[in-house]
């Protein structure tokens, strides 16, 4: 059933992508998807209405749950972390005034949380997958989802 929810998830960022000007190919690569497929989404040949309806829902619903329901779907990091970004616009932020440097979050799998040179926790978005692993794991939820500003 996961798969069947992604496959609703990427049809609906397949058709984003559409409206905004992608073509076909690209869209492909970007979802690491067949060709094919990706047209039947486009031509509005996708999941059932209920995978749709349960599709919609996750993407509705705030990013730090969202996030996690989408990676829970797949182990593909680098195809999660682009629908995650392509659905959310999001990047992981440090709130500096709460963080008590207890180091919890420094455990993370993909090593994008790190001490800087000033010794104070610092996030390395190009390394950051946007599992939520951090979110989850901060005893005083100074770590947040922030909302990409775009022009």
Known sequence: MPEHILSGIKAIVAMKLKKEGKL?????????????IISHYIHGRHPSEKVMRVSEEIINLP???GIKII???SDDRNLTKKIIENIYNVNIEIEREKCILCGECLE????????NSEHLVD????????CGEC????????IKLKKILTN
């Not at 993370?108 to 001490?115: E, K």
């Open 123 to 130: 996030v390395d978005i190009n390394k950051c997958m946007l």
């Open 108 to 115: 993370c799998p993909y090593r994008a949380i790190f001490r």
């Open 24 to 36: 076909q190919r690209e869209i492909a690569e970007y979802l690491n998807m067949d060709r094919s």
């Open 135 to 142: 979110i989850t794991i901060c005893p005083v939820n100074a």
């Open 63 to 65: 990013a730090e749950y």
């Open 71 to 73: 990676n829970s779907m």
